[in-house]
């Protein structure tokens, strides 16, 4: 014996309702990521790669000094590149050209304008960002769903006011994947390293003002529900 499917949009008996519960909540960001692009130049390949390794080891070093402020330090791409002159037959290599490429997440804000300047005080060294960001646990995304369920129920209830009706049970609530993992905003906080001189500036350099960029965080659920018969 086939069991009877149930209707898609509900009986005369047992309506249905069908509405969309949103939340959207602005939080403060609980981490930023910059990004160090650690450079060196010369006219031999080895001579370039040493010198780009002893830059990138004062970069980490620099970096470890923060201790866990920092809280995730990632090395990704490394490149040495020659770089030619002339063309043809006279073509030749004119220098050769390296970088290394470095992510850092930091979770103490206090320190992220002292460690951004002092980095981009390094010679051949740049710094991008920052991008604040949410973590992937943070409880800003269990808020945001909550509030997107009880607006469902809430626009339910309205919808069966309306007609005289009452909710009687609950038959679906889907997450269409909308959510926002936290929007990764810029603020400023770009600074380029000089190309000369292999130490630290003789006195203080001043400290970069980062204000942290305020984050949205969006849920969005659908739901279905059974109501009593309407009073039409």
């Known amino acids: ?16 309702i069908s509405v969309r519960g949103e939340a959207r909540l602005e939080v403060d960001p609980e981490i930023a990521h910059i990004s160090i692009t650690v450079t060196a130049r010369g006219t031999d390949r080895t001579t370039t790669l040493d010198d780009l ?22 090395t990704g791409l490394i490149t040495v590149a020659p770089q030619f002159a002339g063309k043809g037959r006279h073509e030749h290599v004119r ?6 490429y470095l992510t850092a997440t930091l979770g103490d804000f206090t320190v992220l304008g002292e ?30 769903r909550r509030l997107a369920v ?3 129920v809430h626009r339910a209830r309205e919808y069966a006011d309306a007609l005289g009706s ?7 609530l889907a997450d269409d994947g909308t959510e926002g993992m936290g929007i990764h905003g810029y603020a400023g906080g770009m600074a380029r390293g000089g190309y000369g001189g292999a130490g630290f500036a003789a006195g203080p350099e001043p ?11 969006h849920a ?8 009593t018969p309407p009073q039409l």
């Open 95 to 100: 220098s050769y050209h390296g970088s290394v």
């Open 1 to 16: 014996m086939t069991t009877p499917q149930p209707l898609p949009y509900g009986t005369p008996d047992a309506p249905r």
């Open 220 to 227: 969005q659920v659908n739901a279905r529900f059974t109501i």
């Open 115 to 144: 460690l951004t300047t002092n980095i981009a005080d390094l010679p051949l060294t740049e710094i991008t960002g920052p991008w604040w960001a949410l973590r992937p646990d943070s409880p800003a995304h269990r808020e945001a």
């Open 53 to 74: 390794t002893r830059r990138n080891t004062r970069a980490l070093d620099l970096l470890k000094t923060y201790g866990d402020a920092v809280e995730k330090l990632e």
């Open 207 to 217: 400290e970069l003002d980062l204000e942290p960029q305020r984050q949205t965080v």
């Open 150 to 152: 009880q607006e469902a």
């Open 166 to 172: 009452r909710l009687t049970a609950l038959l679906e």
